[in-house]
């Protein structure tokens, strides 16, 4: 009899927005006449911007005609596309980034669950705690975890690198040396980040002690302040130990459209062996590139007007951020996150746990948010809002809390 | 230093037809002045359909609006899409396949590469030879396919079936016994098929030695004799024992639009471990759903409309493989395929190499075709073209193949 690979049974229970669904959908069932208000999930709600609707409907036209008409793409990406984000993305800001380092997916999800495949079965990894679940399930899946104690909620091979009020949101460099480390930043779920400089000396980490820094830079465009890198590579000696990973869904609201891209520098090495070269071969044997209308969609992201539309959407949602997080502290919650980031991350009141309060903010709010220990350990006794809603919502929710 | 998974090392070159790209690239530096016709990658030179195109540009006009704007679909696929095909490429054959068995993706490649994933790391695959490289590439980067042997061009611990015209393109059942089972059908590259009493005798087989077949049914639209099979669940007993794999590429032209879908009835299981839901725990950690709008496009598909507009299109590239087929009977090859299959395979003239005839049919004739010997060992000795041409440039390379 065929058996199965068995790292996939060590996984506790389901994916934490399964569960969140899952309990919504019971209360809305129990309760009809209830209008729920979600912050949990981080979705968009605003409508693609007309640039990148424009782009979409003249690729669509391309593909009705056959001397237009797009095939397969080429496995890492069009040409067009890595030139500009190449351009947009790295060289205007100082970052020595070609274009053929840039390859092109369907999303930052499947590219961060997939990366791990390029390192050897028993790399460590370290993970910021609490940080996006991706991570550490799909080393679970990869067989690189260890074994799960269901007390502390950890995995004995996994490095767990606290970020929490205490230190203000800023890991330090882990006693036992990793071999894969895992930074999103701005960070989801805190929405917090590093400055420059603190990136810097993990940069410098990683090259002294032999480690690949797996970069998550999926919510870059929400940055506001001066002092916080847009990319890992504009800190120097990034070159020889990080991998970027970024997403369109949140900056142009692609979440629906399926588009991302990772950056793998050529300078990437474990003595002969290139991460670049593997991740091209992986692509080239596991992926058929990105669709061609979404990747003209992608291109007009960095247009002229597609930059000011999305600019204004950005904003839309970071005077969300900026309403939550007033209210929250007005209503006498201690808050981080929300200024460089659209996830604005509470400590829940009266040492509730993050499910009981997922619980009471439910039940009483009608608000959907998302319990911080499903982010990890660390994130028990937090709680995270999103500012992905209408402002409508945002301003209705807020009034809700305050009440309760 | 950090390390890397050492069998992505073991890897021989790069992907087929990647190499055939540089030749032909070489070629053409060379010969500027020779146009070239490639009947060598399958890919598609259609237009999208009417039906499909119309589909397209109605949701991309939903994604405009933030009334009906999509974002995060569900991670196994709309509602919508995966009903329209349960009924029509299940319901409508007679096979038992539930709406909540079918799992949406981005293509049949990536499902193909990925699948291998559910299975325990010393599962032993069995592939026909010759056939699809994905399949042993995939197994190959997880570790799963022992040592390669350079001079045969196998690796240890894969089972190879040769489906050769020795044995009717029909592969034996394996003397040592699999787990899983990749059957192509039709087969890529061979173009031929099983009868539903051949698969029906797998399907048996698999049961009793308990390995999964896994069904890659990427060409299936283009079956036109009778008693060939469009689904391996018309087979009795296949729900314990196959996952199939199927394309929107081939049937509706979406190589570049990226579509497809696997089907893991709930019934196949090892001990309690069910891959149905191993395969959902996949997609919702390391995928995040296939775009809308490419979903809306997949519903076209079943339209009225989008039937009779594709059946024309299927019909259009089978002319060509005709065409194709008669006309290399005319000039004395030996041919199989192009019946049942937009593929025709042939036996190289005067024991020729695979490699070696490419050279010449490119050198002589200026056609691209794919060495057989790149698909597996028993390859050697033939090659593939493609019916997916325009009809023009099927008829002129016939010409030209003609007059070498």
């Known amino acids: 009899m065929f058996e199965v690979n068995e790292n996939y049974l060590k996984l506790p229970g389901s994916y934490l927005f399964s569960n969140i ?21 981080g979705d968009v709600t605003q409508p693609l911007a007309p640039a990148i609707i424009e782009a979409l409907h003249k690729a669509v036209d391309e593909m009705a005609n056959a001397d237009t008409f797009q095939g397969y ?26 274009a053929d380092e840039i390859f ?13 495949e390029l390192f050897s079965q028993d790399a460590k990894i370290a993970v910021c705690d609490p940080v ?15 074994t799960y104690d269901p007390k502390t909620e950890t995995w004995s091979r996994v490095i767990y690198m606290p970020t929490t009020m205490e230190n203000h949101f800023v890991p330090e460099f882990p006693k036992e040396t990793p071999q894969m480390i895992y930074l999103c930043c701005p960070n989801n779920p805190t929405g917090t980040t590093l400055t420059k400089a603190q990136l810097q000396e993990w940069v410098d980490y990683a090259n002294r002690v032999g480690a690949v820094i797996i970069y998550d ?55 002969n062996a290139s991460l670049h070269d593997m991740w091209a071969r992986r692509h080239g044997t ?24 999305l600019k204004e959407q ?8 900026a309403v939550i997080k ?61 500012a992905f809603g209408t402002y409508e919502n945002s301003l209705a929710a807020l009034e809700r809390i305050k009440s309760m």
Chains 1, 2 share one sequence.
């Open 21 to 41: 669904a899952k309990k919504v959908s019971d209360f809305t069932q129990a309760h009809p006449e209830k209008e729920i208000i979600r912050l949990g999930i």
């Open 73 to 98: 793409a080429p496995d890492l990406g069009y040409e067009f596309l890595r030139n500009t984000i190449a351009q947009n993305d790295y060289k205007a800001r100082g970052c020595e980034i070609s």
């Open 104 to 116: 092109v997916s369907d999303g930052a999800k499947s590219d961060s669950g997939n990366i791990q």
């Open 132 to 146: 996006y679940p991706v991570y550490v399930d799909s080393n679970v899946m990869a067989g690189r975890t260890g």
């Open 217 to 271: 830079a999926a919510y870059e465009a929400y940055i506001s302040e001066e002092d916080v890198p847009h990319s890992i590579y504009e800190c120097e000696g990034a070159r020889t130990c990080a991998i970027e990973i970024k997403s369109f869904s949140k900056n142009a609201g692609f979440t629906g459209v399926r588009l991302g891209y990772t950056v793998v520098p050529k300078d990437l090495k474990s003595k």
């Open 286 to 309: 596991k992926f058929n590139g990105a669709p061609y209308i979404q990747q003209r969609a992608g291109e007009a992201v960095y247009s002229q007007a597609g930059k000011a539309q």
């Open 314 to 321: 950005i904003a839309y949602y970071m005077k969300n951020a």
């Open 326 to 386: 007033q209210g929250l502290k007005d209503a006498g919650y201690t808050v981080f996150g929300g200024v460089n980031a659209p996830y604005i991350w509470l400590k829940t009141p009266n040492n509730m746990t993050s499910w009981e309060f997922f619980d009471d903010l439910l039940e009483r709010a009608n608000v959907v948010g998302t319990p911080g220990s499903g982010f990890g350990p660390s994130g028990e006794g937090y709680f995270r809002l999103t």
